[in-house]
């Protein structure tokens, strides 16, 4: 018979393991969500540094409002209410490269340069590899750089900063990330906000998770978002007069010459 190793959940008739552990006995009430997720993702504990990095990501990415994710949640829910697995996917799938996406992108870009390069040891050195990265992008966006609302500053941006720093999580990503908000305005002529979604996926990152898992953390952040969209939706529904307002307001009209 094959044996199908794994080190996640298992079960026989009197007991489940995750992890290594009884899932019962020293798991159930003695680990947060957070941090199971994060020993589910690399199968080792964190510290509680980490923990606490972790999910202040996690909630900085939960809930942003009316955004096309929640809309569409909302409105599969208002079309099939019967499903709300239905609800909260449609709202997942729409996490991509406008919404959500930023995260894994930022990682991706970032680690590309920390590791090719020399990593600097001071401000100045790292001041001196985002100028030279931010150059070479060109006219090409810089993955977590700027932000529709927050044209200030995004205010999730510097606690997570804060956070890391006061949890000695301070690793290349972070520090070129925080680099390249420093310098770009002698490149573009104009100074964009380093967005959280960005700044998420630098924290990420310098925690070592997994860059082709990082949307998945970002998704996992916004499952709980939905389901407040659609508890909300149930107290004070407005999906319908979303549907309503588009449907007066439809104007038929002929179709376009090519």
Not at 72 to 86: I, K
Not at 131 to 148: C, D, F, M, N, S
Not at 167 to 196: C, D, Q, Y
Not at 220 to 236: K, S, V, W
Request: glycine share 12%.
């Amino acid at each position: 018979m094959t044996v199908y190793d794994t080190a996640l959940g298992a079960s026989t008739p009197d007991t489940i393991t995750l992890l290594g552990k009884d899932l019962a006995r020293d798991v159930m009430g003695s680990v947060g969500f957070g941090e199971l997720a994060f020993w589910l993702a690399t199968q080792r504990r964190p510290s509680p540094g980490e923990t606490r990095l972790f999910e202040a990501v996690l909630a900085a990415l939960a809930d942003h409002g009316f955004t096309p994710t929640a809309i569409v949640s909302r409105l599969t829910y208002l079309s099939a209410p019967d499903s709300v697995q239905g609800a909260l996917a449609a709202g997942l799938l729409g996490g991509g490269s406008r919404f959500l996406g930023v995260t894994e992108d930022a990682s991706r870009f970032l680690n590309a340069v920390v590791t090719t390069a020399d990593l600097p040891t001071d401000e100045a050195g790292w001041d001196e590899l985002a100028l030279k990265t931010v150059q070479e992008q060109g006219k090409a966006r810089i993955p977590g750089l700027g932000h529709h609302v927050h044209k200030a500053g995004d205010p999730r941006t510097p606690r997570l900063f804060q956070i890391a720093e006061e949890e000695g999580l301070t690793g290349p990503h972070l520090s070129l990330f925080a680099a390249i908000g420093r310098v770009h305005p002698r490149v573009l002529g104009k100074t964009l906000p380093l967005n959280g979604a960005g700044t998420c996926g630098a924290a990420l990152a310098d925690l070592g998770l997994p860059l082709e898992l990082l949307r998945g953390f970002a998704l996992l952040a916004r499952t709980a978002g939905l389901i407040g969209q659609l508890a909300e939706e149930l107290r004070h529904p407005v999906a319908n007069d979303i549907f309503l307002s588009v449907d007066s307001n439809t104007r038929s009209v002929a179709p376009a010459e090519e």
